[in-house]
């Protein structure tokens, strides 16, 4: 996790007045934190990097899924056309 330091840390002001070299710090950096009145509010993160972590995040959901679906007794059988109605 990054901390927040003076290289990654900009404020509400900075945004305002310069919201394109914000996106750009942000670009190159990967992680900027937002601060207003020295208080965190938000954190800006690269659109690569945002693609990333929900592709990371999909994966883990996914074999958590697939943990619980396999400790489901395998005689337990359901036919195609209830399945189909569920998803189709």
Do not use: C, W
Not at 20 to 45: C, D, N, W
Not at 47 to 74: G, N, S
């Amino acid at each position: 996790m990054l901390i927040p330091t003076s290289k990654n840390v900009k404020t509400i002001t900075d945004m305002r007045e310069d919201a394109l070299g914000l996106l750009e710090l942000v670009k190159k950096q990967g992680v900027t934190y937002i601060f207003h009145r020295s208080k965190p509010k938000a954190v800006m993160i690269d659109v690569d990097e945002f693609a990333r972590i929900q592709e990371l995040l999909e994966d883990y959901f996914d074999t958590q899924e697939a943990i619980k679906l396999e400790k489901e007794p395998k005689d337990k059988r359901i036919p195609i056309e209830e399945v189909m109605k569920e998803y189709v």
